[in-house]
């Protein structure tokens, strides 16, 4: 049985036509294509639109183009496409979402993808911290990123990336995070962007970069020690100090010292926090520092070598001299330095209190105070016979502040009791009594002038038992006084009293609830009862 087909008559256009297209005309044996009718290239554009050139035809113009080369990459994956039309072409969804998710590129990628789908594609690798993706896609020789056509970022992409991976925003293992860090630091991104981000946070982040770098950032830090901003500067000293190999930071102590002469506060403090704990190798360079002219560089070297400690002994006679400095906080930084430098600064403040103004002598008192023991006790001592009358009270009082340590200068002291300056007397009377002495109770009290006669005669009578004219007490008088307060109180006195509270108490809760009809019964009923009383009285 043979099968008829029905064909549309020519012109008209079917339904399977309408969705299909047109039926192509196919080549005969020879290869060449059959003639056409006339009219049905029209009625096929018509309906399919134009023809496009098969991918032969292409190969074959490029191949015969002049000056063309085919390679063997060509001839076996085929010609290259071009990029597609348009701003730089369309990004592929489909290839970035494969690269977020640490897919390897398919073979041929750089010359399929256009550049905005290779950028997007290394901009979402670096987010999730892919970073053999990021290899891939842009390699570390120049000659392979010439020839696969990576992407390169902008400064902007590189700061932003790098300040998100520092502060966690992609929460991403720490191991990746800390790679993609480093690589974006190698391809030029801006740590001191980081750095001095108004955001503490930021800087807080960027502190820590610069901190796990370690020494091989040593130029990288360097630069950021002498930035324009502050931030940058102070975020550098502070990150400085917590370098697990302080070696390192030694070759960096002469850039920090500059950062003493800074005119932040908090530049200062980073710099004084970090230079303390670099040991003696800081010491000099913060010796040198205290003869400046500016107040707060004094200041900040003397805390600095007291931060130093014993290792900034050397320098001690340095310190002293700022004891008798005219502006208040950098005595006060010195005399902290000095009492953390220990027994090796006695000397020197011992010194400087023998020839210092009296303006500066409480303050080198007070350090030499604060050095304690019998060595500041011994250097104050030596004082006792110093020509100057404020010397010598000061050094009285340093030896009372020693206390018991001291014992050993106590004939010192109480000859110094007699001495003719009326200060040194009351120091020398205050230093026996912290030494543990006491003074005779019939030894003259004040400031040390004799006692008016008067006064003298009132003193002697009352150490002998008699009134002020000479009289002795009655035995009456004196067990009076030996009684308490309470119990020389008559007792009818305390009775009437606590009668008195009652019957005020009685009165207000009367008068509070006066509207209640109890509270006017009871009323009357104490009305009447003190009525009677007074009758029976």
């Not at 670096?126 to 010439?146: E, G, I, K, T």
């Not at 930071?249 to 530049?267: C, F, S």
């Not at 003397?302 to 310190?319: F, K, M, N, Q, W």
């Amino acid at each position: 049985m043979v099968k008829t087909i029905s064909r549309a008559p020519p012109g008209v256009i079917t339904e399977k036509r309408r969705i299909l297209g047109p039926v192509l005309p196919q080549p005969d044996a020879g290869g060449a294509a059959p003639a056409q009718a006339p009219g049905a290239a029209t009625e096929r554009k018509r309906t399919s639109g134009p023809t496009r050139p098969s991918a032969s035809s292409s190969e074959a113009a490029s191949a015969n183009a002049p000056g063309t080369v085919t390679t063997d990459r060509q001839r076996m994956f085929g010609p290259v496409r071009p990029p597609m039309a348009g701003s730089g072409g369309a990004v592929c969804a489909k290839a970035v979402a494969a690269c977020r998710a640490g897919e390897l590129p398919k073979q041929g990628w750089s010359s399929k993808w256009s550049s905005p789908t290779k950028r997007a594609a290394l901009l979402a690798a670096l987010q999730a911290a892919q970073m053999h993706v990021v290899y891939a896609l842009r390699p570390r020789s120049s000659a392979f990123q010439d020839s696969t056509g990576s992407a390169e970022l902008e400064q902007s992409d590189l700061d932003q990336l790098l300040r998100e991976h520092a502060t966690g925003k992609w929460r991403v293992r720490k191991i990746n995070a800390d790679e993609a860090i480093h690589w974006l630091l190698e391809e030029g991104a801006s740590l001191e962007a980081l750095c001095s981000h108004p955001d503490v946070g930021v800087r807080t982040a960027g502190a820590k970069i610069v901190i796990l770098s370690g020494e091989g950032s040593t130029d990288r830090v360097k630069a950021l020690l002498a930035s324009e901003d502050w931030r940058a500067r102070a975020t550098a000293a502070q990150a400085l100090g917590q370098w697990p190999d302080l070696k390192a930071a030694e070759a960096l102590a002469p850039d920090l010292a500059k950062l003493l002469e800074d005119d932040e506060t908090l530049v200062r403090m980073a710099s004084v926090s970090t230079l303390g704990t670099l040991g003696a190798a800081a010491a000099q360079l913060c010796a040198a520092a205290l003869g400046a002219k500016r107040a707060r560089v004094r200041e900040a070297a003397a805390e600095v070598l007291g931060r130093i400690g014993t290792s900034a002994a050397p320098h001690a006679g340095a310190l002293a001299e700022l004891l008798a400095d005219t502006d208040w906080q950098v005595p006060t930084a010195a005399a902290t330095a000095l009492r953390r430098i220990g027994i090796a600064a006695v000397p020197y403040c011992a010194d400087m209190l023998s020839r210092c103004g009296p303006v500066s002598r409480p303050a080198v008192a007070e350090a030499l105070s604060r050095l304690g023991g019998p060595e500041a006790a011994d250097a104050a001592a030596k004082l006792f016979v110093h020509e100057d009358a404020s010397v010598r009270k000061h050094a009285v009082k340093v030896v009372g502040a020693v206390g018991l340590a001291a014992a050993g200068h106590q004939a010192a002291v109480s000859s110094l009791c007699a001495d003719k300056d009326k200060d040194v007397r009351k120091a020398s009377r205050e230093t026996k009594f912290k030494l543990g002495f006491r003074p005779d109770h019939d030894a003259l009290i004040g400031e040390g002038d004799p006692l008016p006669e008067g006064v003298s005669r009132a003193v002697a009578a009352a150490a002998t038992g008699n009134g002020a004219h000479g009289t002795k007490r009655p035995d009456h008088c004196q067990r009076c006084s030996s009684r308490s307060r309470s119990s020389r109180r008559p007792r009818h006195r305390s009775r009437g009293a606590s009668r008195d509270r009652s019957n005020s108490r009685l009165k207000r809760r009367s008068r509070g609830a006066s509207n209640s009809r109890s509270s006017r019964r009871h009323a009357e009923r104490v009305e009447k009862t003190s009525h009677h009383r007074v009758r029976r009285d």
